[in-house]
T-cell receptor, first 115, second 115 residues
Framework: AQSVTQLDSQVPVFEEAPVELRCNYS??????LFWYVQYPNQGLQLLLK??????LVKGINGFEAEFNKSQTSFHLRKPSVHISDTAEYFC?????????????FGKGTKLSVKP | EAQVTQNPRYLITVTGKKLTVTCSQNMNHEYMSWYRQDPGLGLRQIYYSMNVEVTDKGDVPEGYKVSRKEKRNFPLILESPSPNQTSLYFCASSFKAAASTYEQYFGPGTRLTVT
């Protein structure tokens, strides 16, 4: 069975500081990995995804994530955050070749950017 | 505009009164899914559908029903709502499973309160 652990439920940070949101997963097979963002009172939208190839993935709004197979991690980073990045971020995983129904989400990390 | 729509966006109801939350997508997606989002628990899948007339249970299906009679619509039915079904519900859709994309497109959410 797959599972996703987001190690921090809340991350406060000052504007223009760097941020890392941590995500670890467990799976007995190969996986595809995603980060979704949920702005206040909105639905989720895809930030970035890792399917194959380069382990460093760039997404929208200056975010990037690195897939580390040996550490089963997919941490999200941004070198300089803005107030507008305040949102909840969800890491998600689906097994390679598995049923598309089995997209598993982490519990989310609330990023709060302070001026 | 490509989108997933949900109705109603907000609903307050009483225990035991049947209700339906509608979901519709205009992207000709084969896959559709329902999630509920609760504080500290992230998103949990209720039901999903791989195509018309093909549905399956997710992680938390108890107390819910779905149907997929048309490709674009995937309503969520609560036959006898209870207070523990008070939650934020999201519908999502995506193209048929393919190696190039597992991205799900989310609706804006339906906030349901059962008293």
């Amino acid at each position: 069975a797959q599972s996703v652990t987001q190690l921090d439920s809340q991350v406060p940070v000052f504007e223009e500081a760097p941020v890392e949101l941590r995500c670890n997963y467990s799976s007995s097979v190969s996986v595809y990995l995603f980060w979704y963002v949920q702005y206040p009172n909105q639905g989720l939208q895809l930030l970035l995804k890792y399917l194959s190839g380069s382990t460093l993935v760039k997404g929208i709004n200056g975010f990037e994530a690195e897939f580390n197979k040996s550490q089963t991690s997919f941490h999200l980073r941004k070198p300089s955050v803005h107030i507008s990045d305040t949102a909840e971020y969800f890491c998600a995983v689906i097994s390679y070749g598995g049923s598309q129904g089995n997209l598993i989400f982490g519990k989310g990390t609330k990023l709060s950017v302070k001026p | 505009e490509a989108q997933v729509t949900q109705n109603p966006r907000y609903l307050i109801t009483v225990t035991g009164k049947k209700l339906t939350v509608t979901c519709s997508q205009n992207m000709n997606h084969e896959y559709m899914s329902w999630y509920r989002q609760d504080p500290g628990l992230g998103l949990r899948q209720i039901y999903y559908s791989m195509n018309v007339e093909v549905t399956d249970k997710g992680d938390v299906p108890e107390g819910y029903k779905v149907s997929r009679k048309e490709k674009r619509n995937f309503p969520l039915i609560l036959e006898s709502p209870s207070p523990n079904q008070t939650s934020l519900y999201f519908c999502a859709s995506s193209f048929k499973a393919a190696a190039s994309t597992y991205e799900q497109y989310f609706g804006p959410g339906t906030r349901l309160t059962v008293t």
